[in-house]
C-alpha cells in the first residue's frame, strides 16, 4: 500500500492544520488507519487512528477535543483536523495502514510523512 501524506506546515500557536493521507496500491485488506507523530529527542507516539469497519476512533489524551480523524473508506483516505495547535503538537506526522493480507498476514504501510511546526 502506497501512503500519500499533504498538509502540514508551520503554523502559529492556536491556530489549525489539516492532513490528508491518501492510499493506492491497495496490495492488503486495510483494517486501520491513523497518524503517529514523532519529535526530535521523543518517542513515536500514536496520535489518531481510525477502523475501516464501524469508524472507531482512538487519539492520543494530548491531542482530545483538540485533533478529530475522519475517514472517506471509498477513496481509502484519512484526514486529521487539528485545531488549537501547541508548540508542543511540533512533530514529523507519519500516516500509516494495517491490516491483513489475504492469506491472514499481517501487514503495515507508512507514509513518508509530514512536518507540522506550531510557532509559540
Known amino acids: 500500500v502506497q501512503l500519500v501524506e499533504s498538509g502540514g506546515g508551520l503554523v502559529q500557536a492556536g491556530g489549525s492544520l489539516r492532513l490528508s493521507c491518501a492510499a493506492s496500491r491497495i496490495t492488503f485488506n486495510i483494517n486501520a488507519m491513523g497518524w503517529y507523530r514523532q519529535a526530535p529527542g521523543k518517542q513515536r507516539e500514536l496520535v489518531a487512528s481510525?477502523?475501516?469497519?464501524?469508524?472507531?476512533?482512538n487519539y492520543a489524551g494530548s491531542v482530545k477535543g483538540r485533533f478529530t480523524i475522519s475517514r472517506d473508506n471509498t477513496n481509502h483516505t484519512i484526514s486529521l483536523q487539528m485545531n488549537s495547535l501547541k508548540p508542543e503538537d511540533t512533530a514529523f506526522y507519519h500516516c500509516?495502514?494495517?491490516?491483513?493480507?489475504?492469506?491472514?498476514?499481517?501487514?503495515?504501510?507508512w507514509g513518508q510523512g509530514t512536518q507540522v511546526t506550531v510557532s509559540s
Open positions: 500509516y495502514a494495517a491490516g491483513t493480507t489475504d492469506w491472514g498476514s499481517p501487514s503495515r504501510s
Open positions: 481510525i477502523t475501516s469497519g464501524d469508524g472507531s476512533t
